[in-house]
């Protein structure tokens, strides 16, 4: 599985001091994949350009290489805002699938 250098979790929203490397993503994806609830979890995943919080991707549509795209990638999304004097910023925004 993975290394304990390659992930620090500090609670569940994974924003903050929470940290990740790509590979242990990967690697937890993968094990995910192998257990069979997968299929559930797989369905709960929002998908490009269709629904949840990757519903409003749609700039890729604009590419005629990446027009195909919609609803045929689904992700887990991680999204970190805070909330500031000057309203919600962006903190950071990642996709694992």
Do not use: W
Not at 5 to 14: A, I, L, P, Q, T
Request: glycine share 14%; with cysteine.
């Amino acid at each position: 599985m993975c290394r304990q250098n390659e992930f620090h979790f500090v609670d569940g929203h994974g924003g903050g001091e929470t940290t990740a490397t790509n590979q242990a993503i990967t690697k937890v994806l993968i094990a995910r994949h192998q257990k069979p609830t997968f299929s559930a979890f797989f369905n709960a995943l929002p998908t490009l350009g269709v629904d949840g919080s990757l519903g409003f991707v749609t700039d890729f549509r604009s590419d005629p290489t990446l027009a195909g795209a919609t609803a045929q990638v689904a992700a887990k999304p991680g999204t970190y805002v805070q909330a500031t004097n000057a309203g919600l910023v962006l903190n950071g925004q990642a996709f694992g699938g």
